[in-house]
């Protein structure tokens, strides 16, 4: 399999890591999907365009080409379940409000490949680039970038909030980054937050995440109604995403200047 993946190497000792925005569908799982599901709706919608601001910050910046539909690669190789109660595995069975997502699943030889020729790729390109910022910064923050329709009864009760902070409870990143990251949340009053809520963090937060090692990963599941329609055809709203974007400026700038002082060189 081709173009995996995106990665673009930056200049300051962060990589954005973007899993859930891919949108190619191998001709197993495009032939087998629900027709309800042929537009995509549990993607994390223009996750690189709402970030590309990221280029002048000098991140790095990892992308998914292929759709969570194919493989999650914010799931352990193992696939075993992320969150008590209703969650999606390694190879989505349902979309998110519970509905089965195929009439024909693809087979367990092919979902092997896609292991092998896109989630494993996908993680060694985090690892590698991790393992260059720390050799050459002494240190790495990895921020992974997500984004969910802010109502999603058969996963959560109610509205989630804006901004979803998820540090595995505070095992994948200095606690006191934790803290300033939401206080740079608290100064943006006209958005909600919350750090730990329902989102903790998924696998490669938990995986990469090492502050003992000088890795600090900081998930964000962003509510979708912050910058674009959360339902089809899932536009864009560059009204809404711009005052989003100077939140997101505003907690990337934070990271980067918290470690500048954590590890002054
Ligand atoms: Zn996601």
Known sequence: MDNVLTFKRGRVPL??????????LTPAVESGLIDEAKSLPDTDWHIPRLYDFADELGASI???EYSRFVIDLNRPSDNKPLYAGATTGLYPET???GVPLFHQQPSDAERARYLEEIWV????????????????????????????????PHLF???????NLGTFNGASCD?????????????????????????K????????????????????ELAQSAYMEEFEPFNYREDLARPTQVVLKALLSELLAWARQHYPR
């Open 201 to 220: 963090g998924g696998h490669i937060t938990r995986h990469f995440g090492d502050p003992a090692k000088h890795i600090h990963a900081v998930q964000l």
């Open 15 to 24: 990589l954005i890591s973007m899993p859930h925005a891919g949108l190619r």
């Open 95 to 97: 979309l998110f409000d």
């Open 157 to 163: 009760e109610g509205r989630l909030p804006d901004f």
């Open 121 to 152: 790729p996908y993680h060694r390109t985090i690892e590698q680039e991790l393992a260059r910022l720390r050799d050459e910064f002494g240190y790495a923050l990895l921020w992974d970038a997500h984004s969910i329709r802010s109502h999603v």
């Open 62 to 64: 990892v992308a998914a």
């Open 175 to 199: 606690p006191e980054l934790a803290r300033r990251l939401e206080s740079v949340c608290a100064g943006f009053g006209d958005y909600t937050h919350v750090l730990n809520g329902r989102f």
